[in-house]
């Protein structure tokens, strides 16, 4: 404690500075009010149980990260309170002052330095008051707390297992007192006092007012919680939904509603474009909204929010995304990173459960089995979600697509399970050969209108349309009529690969496609190099590029307007480790791949194919050059070029060459 000397509020000033009446919502009336008159009981002195005395230590210490968490501990428990009241009615058992509206109250006092939170629910009897407030009772805690002690037990768990929220006060309190009246009819007052250190007293009170009021007198460094503003941002950060009135010194602070304990239907939109701008501290309107709830594997209540579009800078930080977990209306940690898979981290959105194990410091929430499933629920009604979205309206949803198409991308290359990917990947569009540009198709799309046999999907992957139009691995499929969807990023590249597989088709680059030429397109009468003669160029062709630079050359039908074609097994793996490669490995990395992966193709029906076979008898140095820019050139139609600045010198001889200058 600092060197500030506290002194115990005297019992009328309590009662006084707690219980003003508020006009602006229903109190207790002045008559409740104990009488300065009144004679009043000598206070019983009490000592903590050995095991509350190490939890205070515990609590104050070390427990929680952020010292704010106290209010929301004590307004939870002040919701409990007016629960358990409303629970008692319903049974039908007496109470007293039944008509009294349920509410919480925050009152601050700067000239005493202390806060007050008040309810008018249950209450407690004295027996309640020791054993609530001065023993942990339930089984298994003196084993916790005494391991927690001595270092080998998880500190952040003791919360969840025995409710000692109470106990947040002595964080930011130097003084504690509680005032509280059980609600049966004709019960006793009582006050207990403590500082947290020496044990704690009760003293009955005549004509409290049925409830619980907790005054704290703050600690000097935690002046900050009797400025107005400072708690109602705590209030309305934590406690927001809380399903009774939270009034601030006479003003109710928690206006907007829970929708998601709400029947969907009966929601108005603008209801929803309230909540979402609060969660989000957005000023548009959700693109999407998805509500729902569950009981099992897991018992929640669920509502999200799609935003209407990402703002390029929260693409890389995403701190201002996610979904806030909730326990009973009251959050337990905001936009948590626990409760969505990366790729779902632009939603916004509140997820409310009962079954979540809270611990001490709620905000610390320690990964478990039942976030792990309300993740995987979670994920799969999204997803679910959004292809309902699609069919109903395909034109929205592109709109969406075009927005958050990237985060769908990261949710396949992330996940380890393939059903996961390939329902990831009914989302996906592509435009298509078969399209008109700018028309966007999906993969269920593409595999109802294949051919009956067609076991492959086909895509390539191009800068633009008109590149991939011009590409020679496309002029093979288009000629066998086959579809071919187009990527225009190298995400989409990654995703296919990472794919792999959709609905028992193999997903296909074009630049592997397995695919003979089309017989209507080949020219009639064009001459050909003879089999022995084309693997002599082909061996030939190999030695002159460098064997340590080729896998393999060989002569091939599969080209009709190109000369040569380069063809790669996993072209998307050695694209993207050629872009990973460090600088000073670049060179080395290229080298080693070309020689273990590209395989080139030689069109015996193409001229300068026929040229070059007897070129290389003719003027060997010259043929030599138009090799290497073939290959070159074919790598360029690959996106396996490592550097094109190397052929501007070679381009420039063949000029020379075939212009015949004389130096």
């Known amino acids: 404690m600092s060197g500030r000397l506290y002194r115990r509020l005297p019992l009328r000033t309590l009662l006084t500075q707690t219980l003003s009446p508020v006009s602006s919502r229903p109190l207790h009336h002045s008559s409740h009010l104990l009488s300065s008159s009144s004679p009043q009981p000598s206070p019983q002195k009490h000592n903590f149980q050995a095991e509350t005395r190490q939890l205070l230590d515990i609590v104050a210490k070390s427990l929680y990260s952020e010292r704010e968490v106290f209010l929301r501990e004590l307004i939870s428990n002040a919701a409990d309170a007016l629960e358990k009241l409303r629970y008692t009615q319903l049974k039908g058992d007496e109470i007293d002052d039944p008509s009294a509206t349920l509410h919480i109250e925050c009152s601050l006092s700067e000239s005493l330095n202390s806060i007050t939170i008040e309810d008018n629910g ?3 009897t004295k027996e309640e008051l020791i054993a609530n407030l001065g023993t942990i009772a339930r089984s298994g805690s ?5 391991s927690t002690a001595e270092g080998g037990g998880d500190a952040s768990n003791i919360i969840g297992q025995f409710g000692v929220g109470f ?7 130097a003084h504690v007192t509680v005032l509280t009246r059980s609600a ?3 019960a006793t007052g009582y006050v207990w006092n403590s500082n947290g250190e020496d044990g704690y007293d009760i003293q009955e009170a005549a004509g409290l007012p049925r409830g619980t009021r907790i005054v704290i007198q703050l600690k000097e460094d935690a002046l900050e919680f009797v400025k107005k503003d400072r708690v109602r941002e705590v209030l309305r950060k934590h406690s927001n939904f809380v399903g009774f009135p939270i009034y601030l010194d006479g003003v109710q602070v928690n206006t907007i509603e829970p929708l998601w304990t709400r029947k969907p239907s009966d929601i108005a939109d603008t209801e929803h474009a309230e909540l979402y701008q609060s969660l989000s501290g957005r000023k548009d309107n959700p693109m999407y909204t998805m509500q729902f709830s569950v009981e099992t594997p897991v018992s929640i209540k669920c509502v999200l929010y799609v935003p209407q579009f990402m703002p390029q800078l929260d693409i890389a930080n995403l701190t201002n995304f996610g979904i806030s977990l909730y326990c009973r209306k009251v959050m337990v940690q905001a936009q948590s990173p626990k409760l ?5 981290m632009f939603l916004h959105g509140v997820v409310d459960s009962e079954d979540i194990p809270l611990n001490l410091s709620r905000e610390l929430l320690q990964e478990s089995v039942v976030i792990s499933k309300i993740k995987s629920v979670i994920t799969g009604k999204m997803i679910a979600y959004l292809n309902r979205q699609a069919k109903r309206d395909p034109g929205k949803y592109e709109e969406f697509y075009r927005e958050f198409g990237r985060f769908l991308r990261i949710g396949i290359v992330t996940t380890n399970s393939q059903t996961e990917k390939e329902d990831l990947a009914k989302l996906l569009r592509f435009e298509s050969s078969k399209e008109e540009k700018g028309v966007l198709v999906s993969l ?3 595999i109802e209108r294949a051919p009956d046999g067609q076991k492959q999907v086909y895509y390539l992957s191009a800068p633009s349309r008109d590149m991939a139009m011009e590409s020679p691995y496309f002029e093979t499929l288009q000629e066998n009529d086959l579809e071919v969807l187009f990527t225009y990023n190298k995400e989409d590249d990654v995703v296919l690969y990472k794919l ?4 028992d088709r193999k997903l296909c680059t074009a630049e592997a496609a397995n695919v003979k030429p089309s017989n209507k397109a080949a020219k009639p009468g064009v001459e050909k190099l003879e089999k022995q003669e084309g693997n002599k160029l082909a061996s030939w062709f190999r030695d002159s590029l460098g064997r340590e630079n080729v896998k393999e050359v060989k002569m091939s039908d599969r ?4 000369p040569a074609v380069v063809t790669v097994e996993n072209l998307t793996t050695l694209r993207r480790y050629l872009e990973m490669a460090p600088p000073e490995q670049k060179e080395a990395s290229y080298k080693y791949l070309l020689n273990n992966n590209v395989v080139l193709e030689l069109n015996p029906s193409h001229p300068i194919i026929r040229q070059l076979s007897s070129l290389k008898e003719s003027n060997p140095e010259v043929a030599g050059l138009v090799a290497a820019q073939l290959f070159d050139n074919a790598l360029m139609n690959a996106d396996l070029v490592h550097d094109p600045r190397r052929m501007v010198g070679r381009i420039n001889q063949i000029l020379k060459a075939v212009t015949d200058i004389k130096e």
């Open 184 to 186: 049966k009819p004709g």
């Open 559 to 562: 080209q009709h307007s190109q």
């Open 142 to 146: 003196r084993e916790f707390i005494k």
């Open 340 to 344: 969505l898979p990366e790729w779902l």
């Open 444 to 446: 269920d799309q593409y």
């Open 500 to 503: 792999e597989n959709y609905k």
């Open 122 to 124: 249950i209450g407690m």
């Open 167 to 173: 106990y947040s006060a002595f964080m930011v309190g």
